[in-house]
T-cell receptor, first 113, second 110 residues
């Protein structure tokens, strides 16, 4: 199984600022995803990070708010821009390859004050 | 209506009890069914993965899928305090997108 390292593990940020979350995988993977996990709610897919091209966003998520980069097959970043308290959540990187189901990083716990 | 509904819990059981976790779904296109375990302050960890209706066992864990009723279950036998976690059901169609339940928090009391 892939080993996923996510940084930072947690952060407290001021509203109006931006935070970039990094996801590093120990092997090349075809698909990388970013999820949001809010208390008491299901994991929600934000976007699919596409290597070498723009990310594919799910309904309700836009590139201006959550810009994503994926420069290669092992690394991706998610930026949460112009943060508000409503962005306080856990953000998770996930990977999937071939017939292997999704594996997750340990998550980034974000608090916006 | 949500695509995936999961019994909300929380559940508190004594050590050695059987834990039963359940999810229902509305989309008959779902083909693959998974259970994830998530410890506090950790990411979800894949526990069980099934494709067809029926039962699948892995040690103390049994995953059950009933496609005709759109119902999946996870049973944990001889539960241990180390099983205390949040359990998430997830499912997908033939593509890559997973739909998750909201999770059930389980506490196993020593």
């Amino acid at each position: 199984s892939a080993v996923i390292s996510q940084k930072p593990s947690r952060d407290i940020c001021q509203r109006g600022t931006s935070l970039t979350i990094q996801c590093q995988v120990d092997s090349q993977v075809t698909m990388m995803f970013w999820y949001r996990q809010q208390p008491g709610q299901s994991l929600t897919l934000i976007a699919t990070a596409n290597q070498g091209s723009e990310a594919t966003y799910e309904s309700g998520f836009v590139i201006d708010k959550f810009p994503i980069s994926r420069p290669n097959l092992t690394f991706s970043t998610l930026t949460v821009s112009n943060m508000s308290p409503e962005d306080s959540s856990i953000y998770l990187c996930s990977v999937r390859d071939a017939q292997v189901e999704a594996f997750f990083g340990q998550g980034t716990r974000l608090t916006v004050v | 209506q949500k695509e995936v509904e999961q019994d909300p819990g929380p559940l508190s059981v004594p050590e050695g009890a059987i834990v039963s976790l359940n999810c229902t779904y509305s989309n008959s296109a779902f083909q693959y069914f998974m259970w994830y375990r998530q410890y506090s302050r950790k990411g979800p960890e894949l526990l069980m993965y099934t494709y067809s209706s029926g039962n699948k066992e892995d040690g103390r864990f049994t995953a059950q899928v009933d496609k005709s009723s759109k119902y999946i279950s996870l049973f944990i036998r001889d539960s241990q305090p180390s099983d205390s976690a949040t359990y998430l059901c997830a499912m997908r169609r033939g593509d890559y997108k997973l739909s998750f339940g909201a999770g059930t928090t389980v506490t196993v009391r020593a």
